[in-house]
């Protein structure tokens, strides 16, 4: 939101400056706080606190004194970041003769943020003077190069990034750069130390944790869904029959499913609908093999109707002396019986010939009935 006139002033110029460490951050979170007080000649005033670096176009130099009088002589934009990094990086020479020799050493700034051409020539200046006074020099590489700005992922960006996400795969996925950095550096694991490990690390699925895994379920199959790794690695290692032992087998072996075993679990339940819930596998296969009218037999539909099996039919047959009848009074039972071709069968003691009234038919179908 745009201030009013006057609203910036020395005071509150300063308050927001009081906030930040580097002018670069200054200018980066308050711009409108910065220009303000630029324009208004006291930005000196306000950030005489803060610490000074450089800038693409500025460098200091600094070295690293050794009590074995060796010595590291560099420029870099920011003191304070290039002193860490050289303690960090494994790649850095400081970094390799401490780790070698382990002596103690002194670190010194030795001039100011210079205009960048400066710099590199008060760089080879002081190197001569290291010499010149029998210091041994560790700098590998011939001085004259800018440096500073060749590492913008250093140790304390990337740990300052790494605390942002919980566990790597959100780290290497939101902020690749640094991620890669920290790889490439050998830092990963110690500024990753705070996070949730996702992937085991290689050999940790022993015989011993895939069996603890499969203890928790009862069966092959939440094995695989709740344990996924541990049941690969137990069946590339083929001890699954060992440790699922305990385990209830989903899957029936190939011509399990037989007439009497299907007829067995059919008589569990009293309908087919609770049947298919219940033990679909027998049900799909006893319907496969045309099986399940008989076995279903004794079951009742949801709606409660009796199930016509050729029992029931036969019996509801018997009611009657004509099919006429029998076709009249059941006309459902009877159509059952002909699509089944169960008809002249149930129908055997029937007369073929209808020989008697109307109302005789309906006092013997209903005399029946009763």
Known sequence: MRKPAGYWNKEKCQEIALKYKYKKDFIKN???????????KYLDDICDHMIEIGNLKRRCIYSFEFDDNSVYVGLTLNINERKTDHLCREKSSVFKYLDKNKNNFIFKQLTDYLPINEAKDMEGKYVNQYKEKGWKILNK????????NTLYWTYKKCK????????KSSFNKKSRGAYSSASKNKWLNDICSHMIELQKPKGYWTFDKCQECASKVNNKKDFKLKS??????????KWLNN???HMIELQKPKGYWTFDIC???ALKYNSKTEFLKNSSAAYDFASRQKWINNICSHMIHHNGKVLWTYEKCKEEALKYDYKTD????SHVVYNISYRHGWLNEICSHMT???NRTKSSIYVKYHRTKN
């Open 141 to 148: 590489v011939k001085t004259g190069g800018v440096g500073g």
């Open 160 to 167: 300052e990034e790494a605390l942002k996400y919980k566990n």
């Open 30 to 40: 308050d711009i409108n706080a910065y220009n303000a007080a630029h324009r208004l």
């Open 263 to 265: 007829r067995n679990e």
């Open 352 to 354: 073929k010939k209808l």
């Open 228 to 237: 996924p790794t541990a049941y690969d690695v137990s069946r590339k290692n």
């Open 326 to 329: 029998f076709n009249k009074f």
């Open 243 to 245: 440790i699922c032992s």
